[in-house]
């Protein structure tokens, strides 16, 4: 049982370049979410699904889409890097949309120059 | 508005002492869960304690324990004879509706630095 897994850990990107932050988990969960967390300013949703084939966009959602079409994985795009996306995302999911605890993979450090 | 509060941005103390990381938060939602999540320099996070509204009883888990307070919106979380593994950052988070989803809304941290 890996739980939430996230890669690449770390990743470069130029201006304008797009990439894929994948994640995955094993434990069945109906709700995945991803974060980015900046110093100083805790975490901040970016977009979340509450089953395979439903997304919903959250607080910080400019820059980047998701998909969901199976309930393993939820993957994040980032359309056209800018140095505002560096930051440290997170992917987390969990089993009750209504205040289950979220699980939380490694994060990956993005970085863009 | 914030909704959850963690007014201690850093907090310091030497090994052995007890130490109080405060949260306070807001809803109108009359069921809500609340959480406790700890970051430690490796950067996972890690959940500890959930609560939900309706169960005022204070947690008790090893060192940690857990003040839940409706009357305050308080849900604050002491470690008691503090150990250097404790220095993490931890995240009160608050959990209610919206949109008839749940969405998580993080405090901003308590960075627990515990010096030996």
């Known amino acids: 049982n890996a739980g939430v897994t996230q890669t690449p850990k770390f990743q470069v990107l130029k201006t304008g370049q797009s990439m894929t932050l994948q994640c995955a988990q094993d434990?069945?969960?109906?709700?995945m979410s991803w974060y980015r967390q900046d110093p100083g300013m805790g975490l901040r949703l970016i977009h979340y699904?509450?089953?395979?084939?439903?997304?919903d966009q959250g607080e910080v959602p400019n820059g980047y889409n998701v998909s969901r079409s199976t309930t393993e994985d939820f993957p994040l795009r980032l359309l056209s890097a800018a140095p505002s996306q560096t930051s440290v995302y997170f992917c987390?999911?969990?089993?009750?949309?209504?205040?289950?605890?979220?699980?939380f993979g490694p994060g990956t450090r993005l970085t863009v120059t | 508005a914030q909704k959850v509060t963690q007014a201690q941005t850093e907090i310091s103390v030497v090994e052995k002492e007890d130490v109080t990381l405060d949260c306070v938060y807001e809803?109108?939602?009359?069921?809500?869960?609340l959480f406790w999540y700890k970051q430690p320099p490796s950067g996972e996070l890690v959940f500890l304690i959930r609560r939900n509204s309706f169960d005022e009883q204070n947690e008790i888990s090893g060192r940690y324990s857990w003040n839940f307070q409706k009357s305050t919106s308080s849900f604050n979380f002491t470690i008691t004879a503090s150990q250097v593994v404790d220095s993490a950052v931890y995240f009160c988070?608050?959990?209610?509706?919206?949109?008839?989803?749940?969405?998580?809304?993080w405090g901003a941290g308590t960075k627990l630095i515990i010096k030996p």
């Open positions: 988070a608050l959990s209610e509706a919206r949109d008839s989803n749940y969405q998580l809304i």
């Open positions: 809803t109108r939602d009359t069921t809500y869960y």
């Open positions: 699904s509450v089953g395979a084939g439903i997304t």
């Open positions: 434990m069945n969960h109906e709700y």
């Open positions: 987390a999911s969990s089993y009750s949309l209504a205040g289950g605890p979220q699980y």
